[in-house]
């Protein structure tokens, strides 16, 4: 009864100045709301950044030219660079499914009035089974395309979205554009979406033969990596192995001498993504959590303020009995009423803001139920730890000296 009773004075010492309640919740709003919003792009970064490398496929090697070191100074080793004669060896490996070599660059891709600044990758036909490409119109080309060096294109869902709107770009002409080269291509056909949004998505793409790219767009020889398909995941370590064995024979590296590649496992490569992108997470949660402390602040401010202001009050309660603990109570639990209300307008708020920030600004961004707790139980514990103070302040007012106040 007596904690219903605290309970109901608390409400109404909030409700004779609803202003003031207002304005006292307004940091621990803006502060809610930044930690849901902050941790909201923070986690759909991750999602999406994530959801594209797994679609890749989970057997899946990337090997890359490495950096070699000179004088201590760490060099590109051209000589040593990736070629499709090394995918044509790995491709021979016990374990290994599929090698696929890739040419990567960017072009402007031009149809009629509409044009994309995309990711253009030259490889060949394995490179659709090895990344698990599925097709939703047309074909993927063939290897008599590449031995031919033919001018022809497979679309990601983006750019044919982009370039073709809804007409089926199957058949007709894109037009790539790769500094001063200008190469009109055939659609074969268009890649079914992987998900995915921003920089590197799978479906913001062009792939095409590795010839024809080498040989009308980047007038290299060199390969910017081979992907790597293993028969299966248990067998991964087995082919990483046999692959550095044999390109650093090829590449007649000395027993002592460094690798010129690197070869980066796919599940390796999102467990360093995932902690990578769980550290900004955290960095942006951090960064938003200190407006969080301020309405805190502000909410201490207002509760000694408003001990000040009930000085008399507080006299005349303990002069009829009133214990310290219940005086404890009664402010301690205003504190935590107006954080907590606050918090509840901040997630609201949040939640406005994380949907605004995914159709506006382009920035994936994914609301979960850890963010919504930990910015309601953060805003009750601002209550709890800003509020003792002034309700500590407030129970040590000695009866006779509270009620003399004026």
Excluded at 86 to 99: F, P
Excluded at 124 to 152: H, L
Excluded at 210 to 229: A, D, P, R
């Amino acid at each position: 009864m007596r904690s219903k009773r605290i309970l109901q004075m608390a409400l109404r010492a909030m409700g004779h100045n609803k202003s003031r309640a207002f304005l006292t919740m307004l940091g621990v709003i803006i502060g809610v709301s930044a930690v849901i919003m902050m941790l909201s792009i923070g986690a759909g970064t991750q999602q999406s950044v994530t959801g594209s490398i797994s679609a890749l496929g989970t057997n899946l090697l990337t090997i890359q030219p490495s950096f070699q070191r000179s004088g201590g100074v760490a060099t590109s080793n051209q000589a040593r660079s990736l070629t499709l004669a090394d995918a044509d060896a790995i491709r021979s490996l016990e374990g290994v499914k599929a090698a696929a070599p890739v040419v990567s660059t960017r072009a402007q891709a031009i149809v009629g009035e509409n044009n994309t600044n995309t990711s253009v990758v030259g490889t060949i036909p394995e490179y659709q089974s090895s990344t698990s490409i599925e097709m939703s119109g047309g074909n993927f080309f063939a290897q008599i395309e590449v031995d031919q060096w033919e001018k022809v294109v497979v679309l990601g869902a983006t750019v044919a979205e982009d370039l073709f709107a809804k007409s089926n770009p199957v058949g007709q002409t894109v037009q790539l554009v790769v500094n001063r080269a200008r190469v009109n291509c055939r659609v074969l056909g268009v890649m079914a979406s992987k998900g995915g949004g921003g920089m590197g998505s799978q479906d913001d793409r062009i792939v095409m033969p590795i010839t024809t790219v080498q040989k009308m767009l980047t007038g290299s020889k060199n390969v910017n990596q081979i992907s790597v398909e293993a028969v299966s995941t248990d067998q991964m370590t087995v082919v990483t192995n046999r692959i550095t064995q044999l390109l650093r024979a090829r590449h007649d590296i000395q027993p002592s001498g460094t690798n010129d590649f690197s070869i980066m496992n796919q599940q390796d490569l999102l467990g360093t993504v995932n902690s990578i992108l769980g550290y900004f997470t955290i960095l942006l949660a951090g960064i938003a959590g200190i407006s969080l402390l301020v309405g805190g602040i502000g909410i201490m401010n207002i509760m000694l303020v408003s001990v000040t202001e009930r000085t008399r009050e507080i006299g005349l309660r303990k002069a009829i009995g009133a214990l310290r603990r219940d005086i404890v109570a009664q402010f301690l639990i205003e504190a935590v009423l107006l954080a907590t209300a606050g918090g509840i307008l901040g997630i609201g708020l949040g939640f406005l803001g994380a949907y605004l920030i995914a159709s506006f600004a382009g920035l994936p961004a994914a609301v979960t139920a850890n963010s919504v707790l930990l910015g309601l139980f953060f805003s009750m514990g601002v209550g709890v730890f800003f509020g003792y103070y002034p309700a500590q302040r407030a129970a040590n007012l000695k009866p006779i000296d509270a009620l003399r106040y004026e």
